[in-house]
DNA sequence: ATTAATGTTCAGAA
DNA sequence: TTTCTGAACATTAA
């Protein structure tokens, strides 16, 4: 489940072995059950690719963007269970992409590994990345957001706060997992309508996302119970141990002992302290 | 041995 | 316009 916190972490992990660095060689591995989908089709992107350098690694909310010499670009999209891997894949069977890079005589190889394969890798024309970077249906990314930004953009739905989070086209970067994490910082009620928090609330909601957010890039990710998330080098993450809600049905509360609770929101999973949370 | 649940994005419907 | 639903897919727990 990557999202902000797993991806930056991914960005971070491959950098060293991406920047400044020509690629050399880029394939759709052949021992994948079923092949990921690549846009356009692997060979245009090797007649385009391959003798450019890298440029820049980066992030758009919780995309990949790997910057060639040329202005065009691979974007890269996790989605669920999709990593970036420069060591050690988990299982050869789930690898899906490989590229090849060399420096100075020294070689790199970096890994897309996605064990259900709703990932995606594109490669973008410079005019076409312009475009996908400047639409307006991804928001500002969640990390740039300031309390005025979420007052405007939570003011535009009445869904309730935690469906609103979520919603990439309002703020961009937040999943499942840190929505529930950010509101029990914040203290406030998923159900909430987003439009009706007071200001006071918003600035609470600005402070949470950016204190869980950073907490969890310092931690390098949450790998949950399923072990899927993994940084480059195959490691856990190892925000999962802070997690004060997500996934902790049954459990006391850390604040007041309260059982913590799920509910089903928009069909997905909502973790919050029924007695912490208003 | 089925079935539900997992989390992200997008297309298409309400 | 806004909101909701289902599908893409692999794996595991019930």
């Known amino acids: 489940m990557p999202e902000l916190p797993e991806v930056e972490t991914m960005v971070r992990g491959i950098r060293p072995h991406l920047e400044g660095r020509t690629l050399t060689g880029f394939r759709r591995m052949p021992c994948s059950c079923r092949p990921i989908l690549v846009e356009p089709s692997p060979a245009a992107v090797r007649r385009r690719a391959i003798g450019r350098t890298v440029t820049q690694i980066g992030r758009r909310a919780k995309r990949i963007l790997l910057k060639l010499d040329s202005g065009d670009a691979f974007v890269i999209e996790p989605r669920m269970t999709g990593l970036m891997l420069i060591a050690d894949p988990p299982d050869c069977e789930h690898l899906r992409v490989e590229w090849l890079l060399e420096s100075g005589g020294r070689l790199s190889r970096v890994w897309f590994w996605d064990r259900r394969g709703l990932g995606t890798v594109r490669f973008l024309k410079r005019e076409e990345l312009t475009e996908l970077l400047s639409i307006g249906r991804l928001g500002r ?4 957001m ?9 003011g535009r739905t009445i869904r309730p706060i935690k469906v609103a989070l979520l919603d990439q086209s309002l703020s ?14 914040a203290g406030i009620h998923p159900a909430r309508p987003a439009a009706r928090l007071t200001a006071e609330r918003v600035k609470r ?7 869980v957010l950073h907490e969890a890039i310092r931690h390098e990710g949450s790998t949950l119970s399923d072990g899927t998330y993994r940084n ?6 190892g925000y999962q141990s802070s997690h004060c809600v997500y ?18 929101q928009a069909q997905r999973s909502t973790f919050y302290c029924p007695k912490c949370q208003k």
């Open 141 to 144: 990314d969640a990390l740039e």
């Open 146 to 154: 300031t309390a005025d930004d979420w007052r405007t953009a939570l």
């Open 172 to 185: 961009a970067g937040i999943g499942n997992l840190y929505a529930s994490e950010i509101l029990y910082r």
């Open 205 to 211: 909601l600005h402070a949470a996302v950016q204190e």
């Open 232 to 237: 480059a080098l195959n490691q856990n993450g």
């Open 247 to 264: 996934d902790r049905a049954g459990d006391a509360c850390a604040i007041c002992r309260s059982p913590i609770r799920r509910i089903v």
